[in-house]
């Protein structure tokens, strides 16, 4: 049976990553900035972020229906469908409802949905691994307990060049975003099961790249066959420094580098880089 993988549009795509052989749709969020709703499909990022920056108000996001994702499945073919985390976003019970639909319907029952337990750069990576498994020529049966696994043994961190989208977004103060911008401070987010948390916060850019470095180095001891991910918005260059600086470690199997669309940016704001393996 022939494979279709069907995703949000936290996906990041790179041509050199994703096999051309494998069917792809990517189902676009909404983000909602002061009233205006801005479909999450070959956006213009620097825009965003510009409309972003002058908002003052909170901003939100509307993940794709069950409508979406039914629509996107083909009867013919095994449907791996790959969300956002659930602690994230509604778009992981979209899916769910909408498999629920399609087997209630007739329509297929050869849906097979994929918590990332993350965003961005991990959700990359769970895309990677499914095409690199469709390409083994493994079955859905077979497939789907390897990358479950996959995604429960994988990590995620974030560093931000701002605090003001989360304080506009109600996850910090406005008081301590404030702060953090006079003192220079950078914090490192991370995730292992899905939910963002802070984890240190470094004064100075360079400094938390350095620590972030530290940090995998010392966590990762055998990677084995492991890749490591990088989402940057509007970083190439942060982005390029650390790949080469994961690279002089000796742990992955290879680094691969992703530019945000509209969601990761709107996460990870201008400046952010989101980090998987």
């Known amino acids: 049976m022939e494979s279709k993988i069907i995703m949000d549009s936290c996906v990041d795509f790179n041509d050199s990553a994703f096999s051309p052989a494998v069917e792809y749709q990517r189902i676009p969020f909404k983000i909602i900035i002061d009233g205006e709703e801005i479909v999450d499909q070959n956006l213009n990022t620097f825009l965003l972020i510009n409309k972003m920056k002058m908002s003052k108000h909170k901003m939100t996001t509307a993940c794709p229906s069950p409508k979406d994702f039914l629509d996107a499945m083909d009867p013919a073919k095994a449907n791996y469908i790959v969300t956002i985390s659930s602690k994230l976003s509604g778009c992981h019970n979209s899916a769910v409802m909408a498999k629920k639909m399609a087997e209630e319907e007739g329509i297929t029952e050869n849906v097979y949905i994929f918590d990332s337990l993350s965003a961005a750069s991990g959700e990359d990576l769970v895309v990677m691994k499914i095409n690199e498994l469709i390409a083994r020529g493994l079955s859905p049966q077979d497939l789907v307990p390897i990358v479950r ?13 701002s605090l003001d989208n989360l304080a506009k977004n109600g996850r910090i103060s406005p008081a301590v975003a404030l702060i953090g911008k006079m003192l220079k401070i950078v914090p490192i987010m991370g995730s292992r099961d899905g939910e963002i948390e802070l984890k240190e916060k470094v004064r100075g850019r360079k400094k938390a790249f350095a620590r972030l470095v530290e940090v995998i180095t010392t966590e990762v001891q055998d990677a084995g066959e492991r890749i490591f991910a990088i989402t940057h918005v509007h970083a190439l260059e942060q982005a390029e420094k650390l790949k080469n600086a994961i690279l002089d470690a000796n742990l992955f199997k290879d680094v691969v580098i992703f530019e945000a669309g509209g969601l990761s940016s ?5 400046g952010g880089i989101v980090v998987s393996y």
């Open 149 to 161: 696994d996959y995604i429960a043994n994988m990590t995620t961190y974030f560093i931000l060049n």
């Open 266 to 270: 709107f996460y990870a704001d201008n």
